[in-house]
């Protein structure tokens, strides 16, 4: 099976860049979505296909995708982007969506 | 306005079968390049997608779990129903419904979720 890796957590002073990494063999030949997870609700799509923003999601929030590693940057961090995310993917080898194991960020 | 409600028992009995109902509005499950989903989620713990079903009833399962799992919709009453056999404590999880279209492959439409504790 598809394995995808995430760094636990991320902490991030506020008006600063994170970045939150996903790991995965040869990665950068798949689509990578990423979803925002904020406590106690449901998870929220926030880029689709590496680098698109669905509509409503701020031009802060952007992705690439090259290599074994995808990444979703977040730049100019407010208290509101505190929240897990998650990375996921579509493994056609085995018609299966996989999900990375998330990546806790903290607005310091 | 796409919306997804999930519903079903929040307790069920090891060695039961789980039943979800996931009843969505705003789009009709027979459209071109519609799917929807069900996902789960353990407390504290990562997603895990179950299965997807398509405009045309096309099914898709999660390997791991495709023993145990059927996915059926109802279109006259908007309704994708989701059971799982078997049921064991590791399957306490909020469940989200969710909205899939072929022209990103991504679940961008979630439903509010369900608590389903498994415990004798």
């Known amino acids: 099976s598809y394995v995808l890796t995430q760094p636990p957590s991320v902490s991030v002073a506020p008006g600063k860049t994170a970045r939150i990494t996903c790991g995965g063999n040869?990665?950068?030949?798949?689509?990578v979505h990423w979803y925002q997870q904020k406590p106690g609700q449901a998870p929220v799509l926030v880029i689709y296909?590496?680098?698109d923003r669905p509509s409503g999601i701020p031009e802060r929030f952007s992705g690439s995708n090259s290599g074994n590693a995808a990444t979703l940057t977040i730049s100019r961090v407010e208290a509101g982007d505190e929240a897990d995310y998650f990375c996921?993917?579509?493994?056609?080898?085995?018609?299966?969506?996989?999900f990375g194991p998330g990546t806790r960020v903290t607005v310091l | 306005q796409i919306t997804l409600k999930e519903s079903g028992p929040t307790l069920v009995k090891p060695t039961q079968t789980l039943t979800l109902t996931c009843t969505v509005s705003?789009?009709?499950?027979?459209?071109?390049?519609?799917?929807v989903g069900w996902i789960r989620q353990p407390p504290g713990k990562a997603l895990e997608w179950l299965a997807l079903i398509f405009w045309d009833d096309d099914k898709r399962y999660s390997p791991s779990l495709r023993s145990r799992l059927t996915i059926t919709r109802d279109t006259s009453k908007n309704q994708v129903v989701l059971t799982m056999t078997n049921m064991d404590p590791v399957d306490t999880a909020t469940y989200y419904c969710?909205?899939?279209?072929?022209?990103?492959?991504?679940?961008?439409?979630w439903g509010q979720g369900t608590m389903a504790t498994v415990s004798s």
């Open positions: 996921q993917v579509w493994s056609t080898s085995i018609d299966l969506y996989v």
């Open positions: 296909y590496d680098s």
């Open positions: 705003g789009f009709s499950l027979s459209s071109s390049g519609v799917g």
């Open positions: 040869k990665i950068g030949s798949k689509s």
């Open positions: 969710t909205h899939l279209t072929t022209l990103r492959w991504a679940f961008d439409i």
